[in-house]
């Protein structure tokens, strides 16, 4: 039984069709918005539950009887980072399609490298109703620290990976590219539409010289003198919230 569930979430995290959920807030957002979940491992069952009924309960009275209960031992072995909530589960991992141009702007982290900023960035895309996340480069924004980082929102909106130039060309057909720079115009967030796709540089480079020679502007968040950057994940923020509060979105 234990070493049943060892190799079930070994596998579990290099299976493309199945995502790991770690702490109960990612098995929470997960649920809420329709993952399949195919296991829930608990320490505490009843502790889950009461978890469930203060912060979630729409799901309150469903976690008790689908988690299997496991050790706290046995809990490190499953994961690296044991969360202090002691749940892990096992999803399936969505089909990824990308969205038709729309009334929501697609965010898209160009190679991004740290997995703590992919999922805080789907989790205030999610927030803030983008339509889509989607990644270049090596990193799979499905990893499970990603999914830790974003709460479990990436069941929220589509996320994926862009697979080469085609799929790039093919997002931005009949969506404005627009580039968020530190080096480009001043922002004006009533002057962004609503089916742009807002493009973000990887965190120690920025955005690359191609995708700055193919975007349509380039635009930069004003920030006091003598201050770099932002924060990768807290610049997508800023120009969410600055684009929502701007516009009269929901
Ligand atoms: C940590 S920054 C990269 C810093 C990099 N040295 C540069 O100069 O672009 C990561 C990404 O966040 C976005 N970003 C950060 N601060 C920004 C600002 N003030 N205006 C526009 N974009 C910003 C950009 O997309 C940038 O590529």
């Not at 480069?137 to 085609?166: K, N, Q």
């Amino acid at each position: 039984m234990a070493s049943d569930l060892v190799q079930r979430f070994a596998a579990a995290r290099t299976d493309p069709a199945l995502v790991v959920l770690e702490g109960f807030h990612a098995l929470k957002h997960a649920l809420r918005f329709g993952a399949a979940v195919d296991l829930v491992a608990a320490v505490d069952a009843a502790a889950l539950e009461t978890l469930a009924a203060e912060l979630a309960p729409d799901l309150a009275g469903t976690l008790a009887t689908v988690a299997q209960p496991v050790e706290r031992e046995l809990l490190r072995a499953l994961s690296p980072q044991p969360h202090h909530t002691g749940v892990l589960a096992i999803a399936r991992r969505p089909a990824f399609a990308l969205p038709g141009a729309g009334r929501d702007p697609v965010v898209l982290l160009e190679d991004p490298r740290r997995l703590g900023n992919v999922g805080a960035t789907v989790r205030v895309a999610a927030a803030a109703d983008a339509a889509a996340v989607v990644t270049t480069g090596a990193v799979d924004p499905w990893d499970p620290a990603a999914l830790r980082g974003s709460a479990g929102l990436h069941f929220a909106l589509p996320v994926g990976r862009l697979d080469g130039a085609e799929a790039l060309a093919d997002l931005t057909r009949d969506r404005p590219l627009l580039a968020l720079d530190p080096g480009g115009e001043r922002l004006d967030p009533s002057r962004v539409g609503a089916s742009s796709v807002l493009a973000f540089g990887t965190e120690r480079h920025g955005l690359s010289p191609e995708l700055l020679a193919r975007a349509d502007a380039r635009l930069r968040i004003p920030m006091r003198d003598g201050v770099s950057s932002l924060n990768l994940a807290t610049a997508v923020s800023a120009v969410l919230f600055a684009c929502r509060l701007a516009g009269d979105r929901r």
